[in-house]
């Protein structure tokens, strides 16, 4: 049995304090991904922080004509939040993607951002992983890796981030707001998660005595042409082989502004400022994403069992860019690709 403090922080001022002094200590709210985490004996914490109790709970309208959605906000309270649904019905969609209602139920805005991967090496303690042991080793490349990236990887690393709402908020361009011992800071979302390079262990840019307080989403949420696609092995639960978020700004069927980002292909949601730069101007027509796509996984690797994901990629981008160019979001109750 693994053996742990407890306590509960009763404003952010204490939970910061609690953490920096306790070195290894783990900040827990819905603790859908750290506790499963913990029972496999991956996490180590000496010490949980509980949040719960902090005033993090609100999605509120920013001056600018924004949302700010503080890291306790449940998944399911924000992806049918009246605002969000109306403004923001990328980030609804993806919400609902993902996972199963019951963990949608307890999961945070917050938590989401920072959960692991799903690598089945890094679950496995038996096996060697650089993500969980730095320099022992990774056995995802040449082991069984059908679920593992083509994009971003590293020798050190093929893992992917499983999170369907952070693809989302990708391509929103959201700010993470954090708060720690020096302070409160602004991360852009493009800048929050990493790539494995040679140190998978870490995931994000956020510091280890850093709680994250909310997330700030710009006035404009592609209301209008959009979707969030989800390719998985099963229809409910499960995470994606692929997956594409595409917010479009059409001017007479030609294509003014485009945003999309991939998931399930890399360790971060996946966006390429090329693909989307080769859009615009554009009519909206399947030659115009097919080259978007071919840009976007011009540097794609498959390491045998995931190879498959590459054309699974390119076919999902066009059908997503279709899916929005059209004003037909996919659907996340029915989950049939459109």
């Known amino acids: 049995m693994i053996g742990f403090e407890y306590s509960r922080a009763g404003s952010i001022a204490e939970a910061v304090s609690q953490m920096a002094a306790s070195p290894g200590a783990k900040f827990v709210a819905g603790g859908t991904n750290l506790v499963d985490l913990m029972k496999m004996d991956v996490e180590r914490p000496v010490k949980l922080i509980d949040v719960n109790r902090l005033p993090l709970n609100k999605v509120e309208e920013t001056a600018d004509g924004g949302l700010r959605i503080g890291a306790l906000v449940r998944n399911t309270d924000l992806a049918y939040h009246p605002v969000v649904e109306r403004r923001y019905p990328m980030l609804s969609s993806a919400i609902l993607a993902g996972a199963s209602q019951q963990l949608r139920n307890m999961a945070s805005t917050g938590g989401n951002l920072l959960q692991r991967?799903?690598?089945?090496?890094?679950?496995?303690?038996?096996?060697?992983?650089?993500?969980?042991?730095?320099?022992?080793?990774c056995s995802a490349i040449g082991g069984l890796n059908r679920m593992n990236a083509i994009l971003g990887t590293s020798d050190a690393c093929i893992a992917?981030?499983?999170?369907?709402?952070?693809?989302?908020?990708?391509?929103?361009?959201?700010?993470?707001?954090?708060?720690?011992?020096?302070?409160?800071?602004?991360?852009p979302f493009h800048?929050?998660?990493?790539?494995?390079?040679?140190?998978?262990?870490?995931?994000?840019?956020?510091?280890?005595?850093?709680?994250?307080?909310?997330?700030?989403?710009?006035?404009?949420?592609?209301?209008?042409?959009?979707?969030?696609?989800?390719?998985?092995?099963?229809?409910?639960?499960?995470?994606?082989?692929?997956?594409?978020?595409?917010?479009?700004?059409?001017?007479?069927?030609?294509?003014?502004?485009?945003?999309?980002?991939?998931?399930?292909?890399?360790?971060?949601?996946?966006?390429?400022?090329?693909?989307?730069?080769?859009?615009?101007?554009?009519?909206?027509?399947?030659?115009?994403?097919?080259?978007?796509?071919?840009?976007?996984?011009?540097?794609?690797?498959?390491?045998?069992?995931n190879t498959f994901k590459i054309d699974l990629a390119r076919r999902t981008v066009v059908r997503a860019l279709s899916q929005a160019a059209r004003g037909t979001p996919q659907s996340q109750s029915s989950k049939k690709i459109a």
């Open 117 to 137: 991967t799903r690598c089945a090496y890094f679950y496995d303690t038996a096996t060697p992983c650089n993500k969980r042991e730095p320099g022992s080793g």
């Open 160 to 187: 992917v981030h499983p999170s369907d709402m952070c693809v989302a908020l990708a391509v929103i361009e959201a700010k993470v707001r954090v708060i720690g011992p020096r302070g409160e800071r602004e991360i």
């Open 191 to 305: 800048d929050f998660h990493r790539l494995p390079g040679d140190t998978p262990q870490r995931d994000n840019n956020l510091g280890t005595d850093e709680l994250i307080t909310s997330i700030e989403l710009p006035p404009r949420g592609f209301a209008a042409n959009y979707t969030y696609i989800k390719i998985r092995d099963r229809l409910s639960y499960a995470f994606a082989l692929v997956s594409v978020a595409v917010g479009l700004e059409l001017k007479g069927g030609n294509i003014k502004e485009a945003r999309f980002a991939l998931g399930g292909v890399a360790h971060k949601p996946w966006r390429k400022a090329e693909a989307e730069a080769a859009l615009r101007g554009k009519a909206a027509n399947e030659t115009a994403f097919a080259q978007a796509a071919d840009i976007v996984l011009r540097d794609a690797k498959g390491f045998g069992g």
